[in-house]
């Protein structure tokens, strides 16, 4: 599977708090609006005007389809993705090597790059999860502590 993904957040909400990127999942409240950016801080970015864009590349591994017996447990599939996110924003980025804020604008683009490996299961007969284990290089190196390894258990309702 092969996903682009973008968003684009015109200066339309609050001029004061802003929207400010995560480093793991989008927030689904729309009070509280963050988008992704892997490999970076959580609140790294902080701005009015937001350009993000995700393209993934997901490739299957392994079909595993089997659990033991009647246990709450079915394992699916395992599979890799290759990731790269960007955003280039209005407003404030976070300078990990001089611990300030540093005020940016839409000139400026910050990428990262990095692999999934997804491990997809049922827990409780109804309850589909998958299990994130990824690893992420910021290339904007005075923005980061380098590269990140970051796991993430996903719940994917099926309502």
Do not use: C, W
Request: hydrophobic content about 35%; charged content about 15%.
């Amino acid at each position: 599977m092969v996903r682009v993904q973008g968003l684009y957040t015109p200066e339309t909400i609050s001029s004061i708090l802003g929207v400010s990127t995560n480093s793991l999942m989008p927030a689904q409240d729309s009070s509280n609006i963050s988008y992704v950016m892997r490999g970076y801080l959580t609140g790294q970015f902080l701005g009015r005007s937001v350009l993000n864009t995700t393209l993934e590349y997901r490739l299957p591994l392994k079909k595993i389809y089997r659990g033991s017996g009647t246990d709450p447990l079915f394992l699916r599939r395992l599979s890799g993705a290759l990731i790269a996110d960007a955003v280039t924003l209005e407003g404030r980025a976070y300078r990990t090597d001089n611990q300030t804020f540093e005020t940016i604008s839409t000139d400026k683009q910050f990428v990262s790059l990095g692999a999934e490996l997804r491990f997809q299961m049922t827990l409780g007969f109804v309850m589909p999860l998958t299990f994130v284990v990824g690893v992420y290089d910021p290339l904007n190196k005075n923005y980061s502590s380098g590269t990140q390894v970051g796991t993430t258990l996903q719940l994917a309702t099926p309502f």
